[in-house]
């Protein structure tokens, strides 16, 4: 392990595409996020129903279970930047729906199933070019990097959002969030890969596309880290997400309004954005697998303090701290899949582990919709954190591959 003055927490964003791919990430995931509150509040004003906010988690699940491991194929298979740019053009579609059109809940539901239509793509080919943008020593350094501007999307675009919901209204929030869809789009026009990023080894193209989708859930499915890891986060997200919630947790028990609910989405990734940073700047984790435990339990009881709490301040906090774990727990398990998979397997592998994270973060907001409905908001939330804190408990104990998981 190197020493802290042998670090160089800035060695990926020397690269010119891994530049320009991070801000083409940036400021689309800043849209999205922005999108994401202004349309849950849209829909909670319009129908007051937990149902209907749970039911956003369905129709974004449902193109990345149907297209999760297609996409894995095509992002082994053909130009992986063009992929990218692709899939920006029907966010770009999304959005301008939005922009365009008053936000009915079903114009709503067919910009979001639009957007998760491009996110199965374009996050596959992301994550597949991504180690070729950069030198391989610089691999974990830029997958900080990703998550950190992942995180500093997720916590302007929501605080953006509150403030523009509070003022002028949600038309506003769509507007800006078209504008940096397209600006988006040009960060990723600019790409220019090496050649061996661009073309795809010709014996896949004859290979049958259900034999190289096994091919791709066979690699995951054998091998010793990288099934428990995205496992844990698959199932311990499940129950344990309140995002879904916030609405109501922002009007009727914390009585923020619209700006409390753009701070409380914000909330998750200041505490992210802020291990993000940290984690950039120090050495790797000797024992990340005791770590990713550490973490997701972390996440599981402040999200049971947040459930129970009715201080805005101290939900505010927990929120920020449910950030901060899962941040640690998604730089470990993505360092694990990328340094784990061989560059022909990439998009098929990053297809599998996407179909997990999406399972999980879309899955949990049905989960908590529908459960809120039947047996309170409270109970939801707080039954979920114990549920992550219970999984936990079990990998610990029966997977000992993560329990001796040391970085070499």
Known sequence: M???GELDAYAALRSRNYGLLLSGHLLSHLGLQMLSVAVSWDLYQQTKSPIVLGNVGFVQIAPALLLGLHAGHIADRYDRRRIIIFAQALVLLGSALLAAASPSVILIYSALFLAAVARAFQWTARAAILPSLVP???????????SSATELGSVSGPALAGLLLASVGSKAAYVLQLGCAVVSMACYSLIRPPVSAERKDPPLAAVPMTRALREGLGFVWKDPLILPAISLDLFAVLFGGATALLPIYATEILHAGARGLGWLRAAPSIGAISMAF?????????RPGRALLWAVAGYGTATVVFGVSRSLWLSFAMLVLVGACDNMSVVLRNSVVQTRTPDELRGRVSSVHGMFISSSNQLGAVESGWTAAWFGTVTSVVAGGLATLAIVAGFAARSSALRKWRQR
């Open 278 to 286: 940290l984690t950039a700047h120090l050495p790797s984790v000797r």
């Open 2 to 4: 190197r020493e802290f």
């Open 136 to 146: 391989s020593e610089s691999l974990h350094n830029a997958v900080a990097w990703y």
